[in-house]
Every structure is written in C-alpha cells, then in structure tokens.
C-alpha cells in the first residue's frame, strides 16, 4: 500500500529552523518526484518546492528561496524539507506529494491538482 508520512513540524520561533521528512513506503520513491505543499487556514494549498527523482532539478516559490532546500535520499526512500530563517508566514500545515518522475519539468510541479498520492501533513507553526 502506496503511504507518505510526514513528520519534523512542531512550533518554532521566528528566524528558527525546522527540518520536514516524508516517508514513503509501499513503493519505490525514486519513481516519483516529491513536492512540498503548504496549507494555512482560509488559504489554498499551496506548492512550496519540488524535486526530480535523481535530485538535479528542485524548484521552489519565491517566498521560501534561499530559506528551504529540498532534498531526498532514494535509498532511505524518503524526502526533507530544511527550513531555516522562519517567518510567522510560513506557519501552515506541510504535505508532501509525489507524481510520475518523467513529469519534473513541465512547468505544473506546484499545482495540487497534479499530484494523487499526498502524506497526512505535519503542523509547522511559527510563533514568538
């Protein structure tokens, strides 16, 4: 059975660190690209950074770069999201999602309505 499960969020101060995972299991995450997801009350989901199967491309918003770095370990069958430098705007829920690795780069990597497969989402709150 395909399952993701996020894990790292907690509270976090202003101008702290957090580090997401996304476990995957049932299947091979080197197959899929992983995207990050985020999801504050009364807003859209929105997609924060994606990364190809093999690590080389990543994408991210422009809110969050030179903040986030993506990466994955396909042999731990996971993905992180890093998170440094947080902002009370970046308190939301986390998801993490995975779609079909041949699709890294066609420009939709930060749609929902893209992906199928999603975790349950880790709460990331940022709060003095």
């Known amino acids: 059975q395909l399952q993701l499960v996020e894990s790292g969020g907690g509270l976090a101060q202003p101008g702290g660190s957090l580090r997401l995972s996304c476990a995957a299991s049932?299947?091979?995450?080197?197959?899929?690209?992983v995207a990050w997801f985020r999801q504050a009350p009364g807003k859209e989901r929105e997609g924060v950074s994606s990364i190809s199967s093999s690590s080389v491309a990543t994408f991210y918003i422009d809110a969050v770069k030179g903040r986030f770095t993506i990466s994955r370990d396909n042999a731990k069958n996971a993905a992180y999201l890093q998170m440094h430098s947080l902002k009370e705007e970046d308190t939301a829920r986390y998801y993490c999602?995975?779609?079909?690795?041949?699709?890294?780069?066609?420009?939709?990597?930060?749609?929902?309505?893209?992906?199928?497969?999603w975790g349950q989402g880790t709460q990331v709150t940022v709060s003095s």
């Open positions: 049932g299947f091979p995450l080197e197959m899929y690209v």
């Open positions: 999602a995975i779609r079909p690795r041949h699709l890294y780069n066609d420009g939709r990597w930060d749609r929902p309505s893209e992906y199928r497969h």
